[in-house]
């Protein structure tokens, strides 16, 4: 009896599970409708071979931005989780939305300030394809912080690591296609990294720490 007691599941608002039911509906939705993207999103992360691929197919497509979306609800759910509520969950959801359209307004108007659109069209590629990578592994993660009797502590810190990697990862990257690309100046680059990724951060973390 004492054993059936401590497992009794932990429950949670209704708007969890619907936002999970969203999320993995829109997995879906994507895996049958853009297959080829959906897994050149994830080779493209650790193979320059398929990122270069990924690029040209991505320059003339319509559908650039399809899994952003599924990183930004997934890193809602897990911010949301020691303080689970739906008006937070929204926020969360709006700034990051917010930072990712402001971000890509100014890398657009930069190229085409200095004539290098083509050149901006691979930044913003790179920008953007870790967070595409990383929504696809954050929201079986955030699944299980959620409804897996693993310890949460752990789970949490767990993920933390994983984003803190995947950012670092991202940061790496960029560095060392500039310094192997000479149309990209490594000043720009730096720059780029100053004022859309490093400095944002700091902002957040003195928001919310």
């Known amino acids: ?42 080779k493209s992360f650790y193979n320059q071979k398929y990122s270069n691929q990924f690029l040209r197919e991505e320059t003339n497509s319509k559908n650039k931005f399809f899994l952003i ?41 930069i190229g085409y300030i200095f004539e290098k659109n083509y050149l901006f069209e691979e930044i913003i590629f790179h920008s953007f394809l870790y967070e595409k990578a990383a929504g696809i592994i954050l929201f079986p993660l955030t699944l299980v912080l959620y409804y897996s009797p693993i310890d949460k502590f752990i789970l949490s810190y767990l993920i933390n690591i994983f984003l803190l990697l995947i950012l670092n990862y991202k940061w790496l990257r960029v560095l060392y296609l500039s310094f192997f690309n000479r149309s990209l100046r490594k000043a720009h680059i730096i720059i780029y990294l100053c004022a859309f990724e490093i400095l944002p951060l700091v902002i957040i973390i003195k928001l919310f720490y």
């Open 69 to 109: 979306p599924l990183f930004i609800l997934s890193f809602g759910l897990f911010f949301c989780y020691n303080k689970l509520s739906f008006i937070l969950y929204l926020k969360v959801i709006f700034f990051i939305s917010m930072y990712f359209l402001v971000k890509y307004i100014l890398l657009i108007c």
């Open 1 to 42: 009896m004492d054993l059936i007691a401590d497992l009794s599941p932990i429950t949670y608002p209704h708007w969890v599970f619907l936002s999970f039911l969203f999320i993995f509906g829109y997995i879906a939705f994507l895996k049958f409708n853009y297959s080829n993207q959906f897994t050149l999103t994830i």
